[in-house]
């Protein structure tokens, strides 16, 4: 596997975790009783992306240590995934 090709897997993993991490620690303006005019009560409290932001980084490096630790510390790839699952036929 190229640089290159480990910088694209790490992009798209970091993308699919942002958006899983993102509801979690999410305060509502409802749960604060402080819902200010104009905007819904489920409207987030304040800003939370930096937080989501350093999340991420650190659970998509976990990820991707895993993933490399598959495929070059047990020699899997991706040619290797469907034997993992049992034949029904």
Known sequence: M???SIIAMYFVFWWLTLFAILPFGLKTQDEDN???LGTVSSA???PH???AILWT???TAVLMGGFFGITRG???SFDDFPNFL???R
Request: hydrophobic letters at 45%; a neutral charge; aromatic letters at 10%.
């Open 57 to 59: 980084t650190v659970v």
């Open 49 to 51: 992306m930096l937080r």
């Open 86 to 88: 049992p034949e029904l």
């Open 2 to 4: 190229t640089w290159v």
């Open 34 to 36: 402080d819902v200010t």
């Open 44 to 46: 987030p409290r304040g």
């Open 74 to 76: 047990l020699g899997y």
